[in-house]
Nanobody, 125 residues
């Protein structure tokens, strides 16, 4: 009863920018940490950025490879997390997945991690 839907991926030239969005919907009681992961062909899925649910917009953490280029943010009123990606390079090519730690109204005693379906980001050099 909970879904995460990503959008915003695509093909971009090196040095360009993209903004990914991930909206959570369904039987949501509360959302905790939200994050973006990516998986390149032949590689393991890796954490790109995460943002907690703090009152002041949450605290953030980034993979070293994207620090200073990517910015994660969230809009709690819209149950949405964003990833602004600037100065993209070929190494950023991957399928990007969002995740969210959600307590559903179906069972408020348990928090589950939900995943989006993934969105392809391709950076041409």
């Amino acid at each position: 009863q909970v879904q995460l839907v990503e959008s915003g991926g695509g093909l971009v030239q090196a040095g360009g920018s993209l903004r990914l969005s991930c909206a959570a919907s369904g039987s949501i009681f509360s959302i905790g940490t939200m994050a973006w992961y990516r998986q390149a062909p032949g590689k393991q899925r890796e954490l790109v950025a995460m943002i907690t649910s703090g009152g002041s917009g949450g605290s953030t953490n980034y993979a070293d490879s994207v620090k200073g280029r990517f910015t994660i943010s969230r809009d709690n009123a819209k149950n949405t997390v964003y990833l602004q990606m600037n100065s993209l390079n070929a190494e950023d090519t991957a399928v990007y997945y969002c995740s969210a730690d959600i307590i559903s109204t179906v069972d408020v005693r348990t928090r589950h991690r939900y995943w989006g379906q993934g969105t392809q980001v391709t950076v041409s050099s």
